[in-house]
T-cell receptor, first 118, second 111 residues
Framework: SAVISQKPSRDICQRGTSLTIQCQVD?????MFWYRQQPGQSLTLIAT?????????ESGFVIDKFPISRPNLTFSTLTVSNMSPEDSSIYLC???????????????FGEGSRLTVL | GQNIDQPTEMTATEGAIVQINCTYQ??????LFWYQQHAGEAPTFLSY????GLEEKGRFSSFLSRSKGYSYLLLKELQMKDSASYLC????????????FGQGTTLQVKP
């Protein structure tokens, strides 16, 4: 399994500000994934972060709102820009398990960053 | 379209067995996951089924029927700590990591 550390674990933000969430993995991974879980709802994939290339965004999510960095194989950041109360969610970083050189198919999640926008 | 359906809530008694069903419709299929999520925490991996059949892991088992687009999670010898939300998720395509999640089933275990 992979150990994924996210910070901040929670934050209270003012409308119109931006916040960057960091995700650190204890092993090198090709792809890192950012999910969002809005209150009372399930998880939705925001984007896939690949090292050395631009992130791939899912329908309904755009780079201007959720810029992502992936400077190396163990680290990624997600910024939530110009926040509004609708952005109040848990943001989760995830990676796929690796055994040897093969992906196991299991997806592991960080502890999440719970953002509240006032 | 792509859709994952599972019951919203279930209640069971400590020591009993409960089965949480999940049906899915995806444009492609590369596996079915079950995750457990306690309130305020991140999801934790329970099981991953790719082939038809039942996979057992201790008190938890997961079943998959690809032809029926159906899976279930079976929890035996329920404990109070099993009270949580159980998320069914599927790969909608061959894209690694792109999971489509169901709404989750909130299981309440009562004494």
């Amino acid at each position: 399994s992979a150990v994924i550390s996210q910070k901040p674990s929670r934050d209270i933000c003012q409308r119109g500000t931006s916040l960057t969430i960091q995700c650190q993995v204890d092993s090198q991974v090709t792809m890192m994934f950012w999910y969002r879980q809005q209150p009372g709802q399930s998880l939705t994939l925001i984007a896939t972060a690949n090292q050395g290339s631009e992130a791939t965004y899912e329908s309904g999510f755009v780079i201007d709102k959720f810029p992502i960095s992936r400077p190396n194989l163990t680290f990624s950041t997600l910024t939530v820009s110009n926040m509004s109360p609708e952005d109040s969610s848990i943001y989760l970083c995830s990676v796929e398990g690796v055994q040897g050189h093969a992906n196991t198919g299991e997806l592991f999640f960080g502890e999440g960053s719970r953002l509240t926008v006032l | 379209g792509q859709n994952i359906d599972q019951p919203t809530e279930m209640t069971a008694t400590e020591g009993a067995i409960v089965q949480i069903n999940c049906t899915y419709q995806t444009s492609g299929f590369n596996g079915l996951f079950w995750y457990q999520q306690h309130a305020g925490e991140a999801p934790t991996f329970l099981s991953y089924n790719v082939l038809d059949g039942l996979e057992e892991k201790g008190r938890f088992s997961s079943f998959l029927s690809r032809s029926k687009g159906y899976s279930y999670l079976l929890l035996k010898e329920l404990q109070m700590k099993d009270s949580a939300s159980y998320l069914c998720a599927a790969y909608g395509s061959s894209n690694t990591g792109k999971l489509i999640f169901g709404q989750g089933t909130t299981l309440q275990v009562k004494p």
